[in-house]
């Protein structure tokens, strides 16, 4: 009778350690490709097209800063031109002002000197009465590269026979970077007197 074979767990992984290399090397026989170091052409494309997202998002978000903070500079300048405007109007007498006369001759001679760096495509005054209603209303308009013309409504009463004026001073423009148009208004009111509230009815 032949001895029974003992085998114990330490020979067994003992013979599994020895089998190792020689499927490592059969594994990697099989597929040559798999023993170069290295990315596939599909990975390398995809590491190339999430990188390339990431630069288009920042760069978009770099330019969109860059629009914003152009606009914001075009917000600030324009309630400065409007208030100059103003300020002219109130220096002319009431016969230039109402007639308008004064508007082209005195006061559309140039563009506000704070919108210089700005495309200003319109500048609109528009003067009705305060306190008499049947008295016209006019409406000056200077449009880009034009003269400024100024007409009055089908109204028969003179507007200087107003004590006051409600001005509605309007500029439009196109963003320096936005290259939208945008419209900006101040209103104020003008009294025969000057700017005292104590002259108006």
Do not use: H
Request: hydrophobic share 40%; net charge neutral; proline share 6%.
């Amino acid at each position: 009778m032949l001895p029974r074979k003992i085998s114990s767990p330490y020979a067994r992984e003992t013979e599994e350690n020895a089998l190792r290399p020689r499927l490592t090397a059969w594994f990697w026989a099989r597929d040559p490709a798999r023993s170069k170091c290295g990315f596939s052409l599909i990975e390398t494309l995809v590491a190339v097209a999430i990188v390339s997202i990431g630069f288009l998002g920042a760069f978009a978000t770099a330019v969109q800063g860059g629009k914003l903070a152009a606009a914001a500079e075009d917000e600030g300048l324009v309630p400065s031109a409007l208030e100059q405007r103003i300020d002219q109007l109130r220096l002319l007498s009431w016969p230039e002002l109402t007639d308008g006369t004064g508007i082209t001759t005195k006061v559309w001679t140039a563009r506000p000197a704070p919108t210089a760096t700005l495309d200003i495509t319109q500048e609109t005054l528009t003067l009705s009465p305060w306190d008499v209603s049947g008295a016209k209303t006019l409406t000056a308009t200077w449009n880009e590269n034009a003269s400024p013309t100024v007409s009055f409504d089908g109204n028969v009463q003179p507007l200087s026979d107003a004590d006051a004026v409600k001005v509605v001073a309007t500029l439009t423009w196109t963003g320096r970077r936005t290259l939208r148009t945008q419209t900006r208004s101040l209103v104020t009111v003008i009294s025969k007197g000057g700017i005292s509230k104590s002259d108006l009815p």
